[in-house]
């Protein structure tokens, strides 16, 4: 116990909380009590996912514990173990790409007891403090190939083993993040020119084969399909792989400018909506409450992203930003997709509406997240004297 108390009076010395991001916090309860609703109104009449409602309110409080146990914690001690933390998150990574539980395809889960355990969701995590460190290590160091390649090595020990699973979706959510590092950083324009042109020829090959038929490694067939029903969508297919994304146009169309009220959406509460309460809950909140709540839902995500920006400028050191920056990233992306596919404006993907959508491991690392980010808040340059 006398090794605790030491340990925690070294890490929170000095500590004012008058210097706590309460904007941030509130946009985070927000944001989390109204998903929590919606996931309750999604879920209404369907005993087996009554227990849903509960665990998510059991993260979410456990998230906001976790907010400020690690606000109370300088963020420099979590990049000073970057290493046995990567190294941890490779094993668990290796060992679900092995043993993991399977849902469309791919292995993304372990089943502990009645929760269910998705390791990518801390990886993003894991991976943002890793770049964080490497940055930091090397701000003195020009910006040659070298430089970018450090970094993507760094990146790529998680982004493969998470395309093993097989999650293209989360390998693009790593890729942006790294992509936004690097420009931050300043790397070259011969070096973002190149990087452009690698990719823009990889997704044309991607889309083009797709279109074909031809079978591409490493990506699933209903992943080819989802590309090739967003390119060339078939208007004959009511009820094939397009019934998702056309009962999410229905829905949003149908609430409005105010929506049909709370527990009241035809779409969501006669369950022709799928995965209402995951990848479709804007579409469900936006037959519910309209376009003011689809409005409502994009401006408390603006203002997460903007506090997390804000203390990204704020930082005190290079990591500290890059902590804050990857953040904020991570939660704009993730929005901007899901809200995109559920207006149809971008291929189906999986990924969740970030603090909003079901799903303890998101929101749980969502929230280790945003704690980290406080303890960047609270140890701001400004502060220093």
């Given amino acids: 116990m006398g090794c605790i108390r030491v340990f925690l009076f070294m890490m929170t010395r000095g500590l004012s909380w008058r210097n706590f991001d309460f904007l941030l916090l509130g946009a985070i309860v927000l944001a989390s009590a109204f998903g929590t609703a919606m996931i309750r109104s999604a879920v209404a009449g369907n005993e087996v996912l009554q227990p849903l409602i509960a665990r998510q309110v059991y993260f979410a ?28 998150i490779i094993i668990f990574l290796v060992t ?39 940055f930091e290590s090397v701000q003195d160091k020009p910006r040659d190939l070298r430089w970018v390649l450090g970094a993507v090595l760094w990146a790529s020990g998680i982004i493969l083993l998470i395309l093993l699973q097989p999650n293209l979706s989360n390998v693009m959510v ?108 804007f579409a469900a909140s936006s037959e519910e409450f309209g376009m003011v709540g689809g409005v409502l839902i994009i401006l408390t995500l603006s203002i997460i992203i903007w506090r997390c920006i804000r203390a990204a400028q704020k930082a005190r050191d290079v990591s500290g930003s890059m902590l804050a920056l990857g953040i904020a990233t991570l939660i704009f992306f993730q929005g901007a ?37 406080e303890s960047v808040v609270m140890r701001r340059k400004d502060l220093e004297f």
């Fill in 337 to 373: 997709v899901n809200i995109g596919m559920n207006l149809n404006l971008l291929p189906v993907s999986g990924l969740p509406l970030p603090f909003i959508s079901y799903g303890g491991s998101g929101l749980t690392a969502l929230m280790i997240g945003i704690g980290l980010v």
């Fill in 174 to 281: 790593l890729s942006v993040i790294l992509a936004v590092m690097l420009w931050v950083n300043g790397i070259q324009i011969k070096h973002v020119i190149i990087a452009a042109v690698i990719g823009a020829l990889a997704l044309v090959s991607v889309i083009a084969l797709s279109v074909l038929g031809v079978r591409i490694p490493g990506l699933q067939a209903y992943q080819q399909e989802r590309i090739v029903n967003f390119v060339v969508p078939d208007p004959d297919d009511t009820y094939g792989n397009r019934y998702n994304v056309q009962q999410a146009l229905i829905a949003v169309g149908s609430g409005g400018v105010i929506g049909q009220g709370y527990g009241h959406g035809s779409q969501t509460q006669l369950r022709f909506l799928k995965v209402r309460h995951t990848d479709f809950i």
């Fill in 61 to 88: 409080i456990l998230g906001v514990a976790l907010i400020f146990l690690l606000a109370s914690i300088d963020y420099r001690y979590w990049l000073a173990l970057y290493r046995p933390i990567y190294l941890v």
């Fill in 96 to 134: 679900l790409t092995g043993f993991g539980q399977s849902a469309f395809g791919a292995q993304r889960w372990f089943t502990v007891g009645v929760l269910f355990l998705q390791p990518t969701e801390f990886a993003k995590i894991a991976a943002i403090i890793a770049l964080a460190r490497y």
